[in-house]
C-alpha cells in the first residue's frame, strides 16, 4: 500500500462531490433526456372517492402533437395485473375503474412536447359516480365507506400474510404489543392518565420533484429514476413485469432530497407501462404542485394512558395509536409497526399494551418520513409525560431521570436498550439550554418558557447492504454501492470508511453511483441505516481485497507487511499495468423475529437512535404569536464519521420538523386538498430558524457493531423537535397544545380557552 | 442451483445479442448524442513529409456556427506532451511542426452542425515546406529521409528500453532470433534456395467506421468509443492527463467489426482534448474514406534462405523480415517480434536465424490486423516450401510431412508446440479437397491448379483478463467483463462458458458490456486471446461463485449437494429477496521472457493457434483471370465453444484474406494514396466467394489449458489462405507469383514473364 496518510474518521472532510455540484456539473435525472423520448403529464382525480363512468379521450388524442392518451385500460394491455405497493399490492398504476383521492392519477397524455401534453389535459373529458369520503383516521376505524374491498398484503412481507383476503375494513393493519399484564398494573396505579394528540398530514417537499424515466426495449427495462432504493425498484419492477431481476436496470444520479418520499414505486411503474406502450422511452418529471399527490407523512391520532405511582413511577402504559395512511397503504404498515413498537417512549415501564392500526382514507397515500413515525409518536407521548409531571407537581427533569430506560434494560418490544445515550443527550441538552438556571419568565404580555423532549427509535430490522471495492492496476480504487447520496453525504462518507481501511484518501477514491446493473443490492437508503449497514458491508469489502492484496504480496514471496505500493504488486503478477483487486462484502444485523401476538423480541433494532431537544420560547400572550429563540438538539450518532456531514444531517432534520411542528399543514376541505402549492404550504425558511440554533452529536458514543463505532444520524434530531416546542409553549402559557401544528392561532385558542373564554370552532 | 440444464459447451446457440441486432435496437457508439456536444471535422495534410510553415484558421474559424478550430499549439495547452503510442509515444495527437503522411491530421474544426465544421475545412490555409520522403520499408531501411528524429519507447514495452534515444535511423526495432549454428548448416546443406515476397498495404475496413466521443468534466473523463481495449485505453488516457485510472472512464458498446483496428488510442487522445479546451463532449466520425488514414496492415518484404539435404530434411532458415509501419509504429514492433517469431513456418529446423525490422516511411500508419503479421510471414513461407519442393522433385505434401513441427518439438524459438491438431488440420484439409485423387488439369486455355499451406502462430503473452460474475436476489446472473463484442459473439460465448459452471442458461444471463467504471481489466480484445484468456477468467469467476453458493449452504446448515435454489438460499440469510452472490477471477497464463539477444523462450505462446488450406483454382491462360472454385480451411480450435460461432469467425477470417490476396491493395503514387475509397478499393463482396467454400474446426482438438478445452478462432484461417491460392495458381500456371494481391494482372504477367516475353513494368 501508498505511505499512511492517517485515519480520516472523524474527521470533517469536503463533500467529494462538493464541486461537481457547486459548478452545476452534477448529474439529477431531470437533467437526462433520451433520443425520441416522449414526455407525460398525468390528468388528476376531481373528486375524492368515486367511480369513473367513463374517460373520454378523443379530443385530447386528437390534439396535434398528442402521441397518445393512456389509461388503465391500455396499462393492462402491457402488464395484465398492474397493481404494486411494497406492504400491499393495493395501488393500480392508473386508477382502475374507481378513484380514492382527489389528485389520483386517471390519464395519462404522451407527447414530445411537455407543454402540449398539458394542454390535452384540459381535453379530456371524466365522468364520476361520486361516492361518500372518509377522510379522519379514527372515522375511519368504524366507517362503512370502505376505501377498499379487500386487502392484498405482499409476498415480500411474510407477515402480512394473515391479512390476505380480509374484507369489509379500512383497518390495513393492527399491529399488537403486550409486555406484562396492563390490566393489573392500571389497577394498582395511585394515578391514571389519559390523553389523546393529533399530528397534521405534510408532505416531503424535496427540492427535485419526482421523476422517471423508462426505456423498454425488447424485453428489458432501463429505469433512470429519482429513487432512494433502488434494489426494490428493480425487484418490484422485476415481479410486475415477470421478469427475472437482471432484465430489469434502475439507474440513480444524485437527488436533490428524499426523506423517505422517493422510495419504493413511485412513478417506475407508470413510466415503465408508457414506454412498453409507447415503444419509446418516456419521461414524468412532477410539479412541486403534484408532489402532494404522490406521497406524504401520516396523519396519526395517538392516545396515551398511564398508570404511575405516587413516587412518580410509571407502571403501565397503554397506547392506541392510530395511522391515517391514505388512499394506498406505500409502507404505512410498516409505519404502523415500527413506529407502534416505541410509542410508549424511552420509559422502562413493565407493564405496557399497544395497539397500532394502519387505516385507509380517501386522502393522499402516506408513507416513511424522516423519523418513520417516531416523530408523531414522541409528540405525544413526550407532551404526555410533561402533563403527568405537571398534574403530580413533579419536576419534569426528575420525572424522566427515574423511568428513563437505561442500557441493558428491556424496551417494551424485550428487546434491551444497548450502547445509547438517551440518558447523556438528554443531560447534555439540559446542560446546553442551562436548565438548571432560572428562566426570566418575562412579562404578562410576552411569556417565556422552556422545554424538554426526549426520544429514540429502532431501525427497520433485517435488511441488507451489499458493497464492491475494485482497485486497479495503479492502484487507484473505485466504490460500487447501491446506496443514493440524496444529500446526505454517504459517497464521503463511505469513500472514508473505505479508505480507512485501505489506507487510501477518501478524495481519491470514485464511489460509482447506483446502477443495478453494476451496483449491487442495498436495501434502501432509508431509516437512518446507510451509516451502518453500508458502512459495514464498505468495510468488510475494503477488509476482503486488503486480504486480497496481503495474499498477493505472499504468493510473490515479499515478507509480511510488506510497503510495496499494489500498483507494484500487481504490475509484477502482470507483468505490465494490469489486473483488478476486488473485494465484496454484505452486511446484514442480527435479529429475532418478534412474536406475532405479543410484539416481543429479543433482537428487534439493529442499534437504537436516541436524542433529546430543549427549548426556549417567547408567545404574545395577546396573538398567540410565538418564537422559538433557542432549539438544543443532542443526537446520538456513535462515532461521527464526518462530524460536519453529521451537524448538517442533524440540523437539516431538526428544520424539517421544525416546519412540520409549526407551520406546515396539508388542509382539507371535504377530501380536496386547500392549501397544495409550496406559496399556501410554508416550509421553514432562514428567517424561520431559531435565534439560537444547536445540533450536535453526543460527544464519545460508540456503538461496537457499527463502523467504527458509528450509526445512523439522518431522524434522530427529528424525533424531539415537535414535543420539546410544545411542551415550551405549555410552559409559557400554562396549556398543552395536543395537535400539530402549533400556529399563532392555535397558541392563541388555546390560551383563551384556558381563561375560560374559548373561540367558535374549539 | 436451479434444476440442471445440460451442457451448452459446443452447442450452437443463437447469439444472445441476435434480437437486438436483427431490430437495429443495438447500441453503437455512433448512435450517442450528448447534450451540447460538438462535432469536430479533421484536415488532413496534403503532403506526405514536409514543415508546416503556417496554419492560418481566421476563415475558418469565422465562418458562422464553427465553435473553433484547433491545431496542435491550442491542444499543448490542455495536454503537455501530446504524443502517445502503444510501443512509441511517436504520435502527435495533431502535426506538431511537421507532417509524416499525405492524409495526417493537421487541424480540426468544432461546430455543432456536423456540415459547418466539414465546409470550414476548406477555410483553412496550410502552407508545407515539402520534404523527400520514404514509402518504401526496404528502402527505408538505409534511406536518408528521416521519419522520425530519435525513438521514444513506451515504458509500458519495457523490452524496448534499450532503444530509447536511438537517432538517425528508420528502424524503430529490430527483432533477432538465433536457434542452433545456421551459417554452419547452410555450409552443409544440399541446396540452398533464396526467394523473396512482398505483402501489399490493406485496410482493417470496419463496417463501423471509427468514432469516439469525450466528455471532459470538472478532472474526470468519459469517453465513449468503438474501441477494442477499454483498459488500454483507460490507462494510457491516464498517463496523458497524469490522472489515476479511475478518473478515466471508457465505454464501450457493440462494435461493428475492429479486426486489430480499433486498438490501442485512435481517435481517444484527440476528442479528449478537443473536450477539454471546447469545455463540451465532443465527437468525432470518420467516414470509410478517412479510415485508409487511421490505420492500416504493414506491407511487408520477406526474403527466406532455406538449406535443405537431399532426402528433403530442412536443415537452415535464414529469414529477413521487414515491416513497413508507416509514419507511427502504433503497434508494428509487436507485429515485427510476435511475426517474427514464427516466421520460418511451422516447421521442424535446428538453425534458425531471423532478423525481423520494424521500419517508418511515409505512409498512413500500420498495425495490427487479424493475424498479427503471420498471413504477411505464412504467404512468403508457404510459397517457399512449395518451390522448393517444386525445384527438388519432391511431393509437396510428402515435403511438409517429412518436415512439419509435431507437439513436443521446441519451434525455432525454442517453445515447443504443444496440443496443436497442426498436422491433423493438413491432413483433414488435403481430404476434404481430395488431394489424392489426381486433378482434371483443364484445357491449354482454362488451367486448373491446386495449392496447400499449412500455418500457425503464437499469442501475445503474457496478458491478463479479469472478470466478475454477479447473482442477484432472485438467481439471476450478470457478466461483468472488458471483452468488446464486436461480431464475434464473445458475449454468447462469454455466457456458455459461466452458464456451464453455474448451471445457467446462458440466454439468462445478462453480459455488461465494457465500461471501464464497471467492468474489471481486460488487456484487450485481440489476437485471438479473448476465448482462452477471458474464458478462463470468466470460468474462474463463476467457480469463485459457486464456491461461496457452496458456503453459503453450509453456513445455513444443509446437507453438502444441496439442490436448493440460490433465490432460495438468499432468502434464507438475508430473510427477503436480497444480497448477491460475487465472484470474481483473474487469468494470466505462464510465460518465460524470451532472451533479448536470441528470442529463445520455454514458453513464449500461452497457445498455438494452428491450420491448413487447400485450394483449387481455374485461371484463364490468355487473360490471367481466375476463378477459385474450392476454398478449405481447417482449424485447430481447441474445443469449439460454440461451433456456430467458431464458423462464422473461420469463414470471417478467411473471407477477409480473400480480399487480401486478389484484390485489396491500398494504391499509393508519391505517397499519396490513390484508391482511397471503397468504389476503388474492392472488399470481396458474396458473389466473389469460392464456389465450395468449407471452414471447420479441426474435430477432437483440446487445449488442456483453455476452458473447456477452447482456444482462440479469430486469425487462424486467415494465415493459409494467400499462400494456398497462391500455390494452387503456380501450379496452374507453372509459376510462382511472389508479391501480393494476385491480380488477374499479375497473373497475365506471371505468364508471360514464364514464357519469356514478360510486360513493360516487370
Given at each position: 500500500m501508498t505511505a499512511a496518510i492517517g485515519s480520516n474518521i472523524g474527521k470533517s472532510l469536503p463533500r467529494l462531490e462538493a464541486r461537481e455540484k457547486v459548478t452545476g456539473r452534477a448529474e439529477y435525472t431531470h437533467h437526462l433526456r433520451l433520443p425520441a423520448m416522449l414526455h407525460g403529464k398525468i390528468l388528476r382525480s376531481t373528486v375524492p372517492h368515486g367511480r369513473i363512468k367513463s374517460i373520454d379521450t378523443s379530443a385530447a388524442a386528437a390534439l396535434?402533437?398528442?402521441h397518445a392518451v393512456v389509461t388503465i385500460d391500455d396499462i393492462r394491455k402491457v402488464i395484465p395485473n398492474p397493481y404494486y405497493g411494497p406492504a400491499f399490492h393495493d395501488q393500480p398504476i392508473l386508477a382502475d375503474g374507481k378513484v380514492r383521492f382527489a389528485g389520483e392519477p386517471v390519464a395519462v397524455v404522451l407527447a414530445a412536447d411537455k407543454r402540449i401534453a398539458e394542454e390535452a389535459l384540459g381535453l379530456i373529458e371524466v365522468e364520476y359516480d361520486e361516492m361518500p369520503g372518509v377522510f379522519d383516521e379514527v372515522e375511519a376505524m368504524t366507517s362503512n365507506v370502505l376505501v377498499h374491498d379487500e386487502l392484498k398484503p405482499a409476498a415480500t412481507f411474510p407477515d402480512l400474510a394473515h391479512l390476505k383476503g380480509r374484507k369489509a375494513t379500512n383497518i390495513a393493519l393492527d399491529y399488537k404489543l403486550r409486555r406484562g399484564d396492563t390490566g393489573a398494573a392500571f389497577g394498582k396505579a395511585d394515578h391514571v392518565f389519559e390523553h389523546t394528540f393529533r399530528n397534521q398530514q405534510v408532505m416531503h417537499?424535496?427540492?427535485?420533484p419526482f421523476v422517471s424515466i423508462a426505456d423498454w426495449k425488447d424485453g428489458h427495462l432501463t429505469l433512470h429514476s429519482s429513487t432512494q432504493n433502488p434494489s426494490f425498484v428493480r425487484i418490484e419492477m422485476s415481479r410486475l413485469l415477470g421478469l427475472p431481476e437482471n432484465k430489469v436496470r434502475v439507474k440513480v444520479p444524485f437527488l436533490g432530497g428524499g426523506f423517505g418520499g422517493k422510495l419504493y414505486i413511485k412513478l417506475e411503474a407508470l413510466v415503465t407501462a408508457l414506454s412498453m406502450i409507447a415503444r419509446r422511452p418516456v419521461k414524468i418529471s412532477l410539479t412541486m404542485e403534484e408532489q402532494f399527490f404522490m406521497i406524504t407523512r401520516h396523519p396519526c391520532t395517538v392516545t396515551i394512558k398511564s398508570g404511575v405511582m405516587k413516587d412518580g413511577t410509571i407502571v403501565a402504559r397503554h397506547c392506541e395509536v392510530v395511522w391515517n395512511g391514505g388512499a394506498y397503504a406505500d409502507i404505512g404498515p410498516r409505519v404502523t409497526q415500527k413506529a407502534g413498537f416505541t410509542s410508549a417512549g424511552p420509559y422502562d415501564i413493565d407493564n405496557v399494551t399497544i395497539n397500532s392500526y394502519a387505516v385507509y382514507t380517501n386522502r393522499p397515500p402516506c408513507g416513511a418520513l424522516r423519523g418513520f413515525g417516531a416523530p408523531q409518536a414522541t409528540w405525544a407521548s413526550e407532551c404526555h409525560t410533561d402533563m403527568i409531571a405537571n398534574a403530580l407537581g413533579l419536576d419534569k427533569v426528575e420525572f424522566r431521570r427515574k423511568n428513563l430506560l437505561r442500557n441493558g434494560r428491556p424496551q417494551a418490544s424485550g428487546t434491551p436498550l444497548r450502547d445509547a445515550a438517551l440518558e447523556r443527550s438528554m443531560e447534555l441538552a439540559l446542560e446546553r439550554i442551562g436548565w438548571t438556571k432560572p428562566l426570566d419568565r418575562g412579562t404578562a404580555k410576552l411569556r417565556r418558557g422552556r422545554g424538554l423532549a426526549v426520544g429514540f427509535k429502532g431501525i427497520t430490522t433485517p435488511t441488507t447492504s451489499v458493497a464492491i471495492v475494485n482497485l486497479s492496476g495503479d492502484g487507484s480504487c473505485n466504490l460500487y454501492i447501491g446506496t443514493v447520496d440524496m444529500g446526505q453525504g454517504s459517497d464521503t462518507v463511505m469513500a472514508q470508511i473505505a479508505g480507512e481501511v485501505l489506507n487510501l484518501d477518501p478524495h481519491a477514491i470514485r464511489v460509482i453511483h447506483p446502477d443495478t446493473d453494476v451496483t449491487p443490492y442495498d436495501m434502501g437508503t432509508l431509516g437512518s441505516r446507510s451509516t451502518f449497514h453500508m458502512g459495514n458491508a464498505v468495510r468488510a469489502a475494503a477488509e476482503d481485497a486488503k486480504g486480497k492484496i496481503a495474499t498477493l504480496a505472499k504468493d510473490l514471496g515479499l515478507p509480511e507487511g510488506t510497503n510495496m505500493p499494489l500498483s507494484e504488486l500487481l504490475k509484477r503478477k502482470f507483468a505490465m499495468q494490469a489486473g483488478n483487486i476486488i473485494g465484496t462484502g454484505s452486511y446484514i444485523p442480527s435479529y429475532e423475529k418478534p412474536d406475532q401476538e405479543t410484539g416481543q423480541t429479543r433482537d428487534g433494532t439493529p442499534f437504537w437512535g436516541a436524542g433529546a431537544t430543549t427549548a426556549e420560547v417567547e408567545v404574545d400572550m395577546e396573538t398567540g404569536h410565538f418564537t422559538i429563540t433557542r432549539l438544543i438538539s443532542m443526537a446520538d450518532?456513535?462515532?461521527?464519521?464526518n462530524p460536519l456531514a453529521v451537524k448538517q444531517q442533524l440540523s437539516g432534520a431538526t428544520i424539517m420538523q421544525l416546519g412540520h411542528t409549526t407551520t406546515e399543514q396539508m388542509v382539507f376541505k371535504d377530501g380536496q386538498l386547500t392549501n397544495g402549492s409550496l406559496s399556501d404550504y410554508k416550509i421553514p425558511g432562514l428567517l424561520d430558524l431559531p435565534l439560537e440554533f444547536v445540533n450536535e452529536p453526543v460527544p464519545g458514543a460508540f456503538d461496537p457493531?457499527?463502523?467504527?463505532?458509528a450509526k445512523g444520524s439522518g431522524?434522530?434530531?427529528?424525533?424531539t423537535v415537535s414535543a420539546a416546542i410544545g411542551n415550551a409553549i405549555a410552559d409559557a402559557i400554562g396549556v398543552h397544545i395536543t395537535d400539530l401544528p402549533i400556529t399563532p392561532e392555535s397558541v392563541f385558542r388555546a390560551i383563551q380557552k384556558a381563561k375560560g373564554t374559548p373561540l367558535s370552532g374549539d
Open positions: 396535434e402533437g398528442v417537499t424535496p427540492m427535485e450518532v456513535g462515532t461521527p464519521l457493531k457499527g463502523p467504527y463505532g431522524e434522530i434530531t427529528s424525533i
